[in-house]
């Protein structure tokens, strides 16, 4: 019988291709899981990138949104009450460093209000309802001289300055309070423009008004005939100066109407 031969060496020599093998199937392992989980780290790290993107279009539409609501109209009101007013305050472009304390049209109170609209504010806290300010297309001056000749030029022609379009349904509001400041013992010609405009037959309406110390004037036969109401209820006539505390007045005013 013959032995077997073997040929030295070549046992070890099988077993270190087999570790070799193995070292390199391990090794490409290793490089795949790292390679894989360096991917998804990217995407996480992507997904947290736009995150911040979404949220700012979405404050910029909420900003654009504000911007576009006309804050000068009323769509509708439970109440049935809609408080119209005129005044300088909304009006006329004054320097953003106005003093009030030289004009009577404007009235501090932590924020600057026209005399007209804090008493137009004054009802809407007593008895609810809309606040509407009319507004004019075109500014009127801040000088009182160029506006006291500008008021007697559209007075004397009869002119009625065109208005600032609103989406405001005059149907919805059975009681119409109407706000002014007294311009050359009437009312201003912006506001015969908002009665040509709106019809307010049927309607109860009540006439306010603010003055240097002339009292109403022949405002309210002028808003009596304008207004074609239904009922015109007694009106309120301020001095500009007693504005500020006129709170106790307003009440007691709104109290005889029965409002």
């Not at 070890?12 to 070799?20: I, V």
């Not at 404007?106 to 007593?126: F, H, L, P, S, W």
């Not at 009312?187 to 009540?206: M, N, R």
């Not at 009292?215 to 309120?236: F, P, Q």
Request: aromatic residues 10%; glycine residues 8%.
């Amino acid at each position: 019988m013959m032995g077997q031969y073997i040929i030295p060496g070549k046992q070890g020599h099988t077993k270190g291709r087999l570790a070799m093998k193995k070292f390199l199937v391990a090794l490409f392992s290793m490089v795949f899981i790292f390679s894989f989980t360096g991917c998804g780290n990217s995407l996480a790290e992507e997904s947290e990138k736009e995150e911040p993107k979404l949220q700012e279009s979405t404050e910029d539409s909420t900003v654009e949104q504000t911007e576009n609501v006309d804050t000068n109209s009323a769509e509708g009101s439970e109440s049935g009450i809609l408080i119209v007013y005129f005044s300088r305050w909304g009006n006329t472009e004054y320097p953003e460093d106005v003093d009030a304390t030289t004009s009577a049209s404007i009235v501090v109170d932590e924020e600057k209000y026209g005399t007209t609209e804090y008493i137009a504010r004054m009802i809407q806290k007593n008895v609810g309802g809309d606040l509407h300010l009319i507004r004019t297309r075109e500014p009127y001056p801040v000088d009182f001289d160029e506006l006291r000749e500008l008021n007697h030029n559209e007075m004397d022609e009869e002119y009625l300055p065109p208005l600032v379009e609103s989406d405001l349904d005059i149907l919805q509001y059975d009681i119409v309070f109407i706000g002014y400041p007294i311009w050359a013992t009437d009312v201003p010609q912006a506001v015969l423009s908002f009665l040509d405009e709106y019809d307010l037959s049927g309607k109860t309406v009540i006439p306010f008004c603010t003055h240097d110390g002339y009292g109403e004037g022949s405002s309210y036969n002028t808003i009596r005939e304008a207004s074609h109401a239904d009922e015109l209820l007694e009106g309120l006539a301020l001095n500009s100066a007693d504005v500020p505390t006129a709170e106790m007045t307003v009440e007691s005013w709104l109290d005889s109407n029965g409002i």
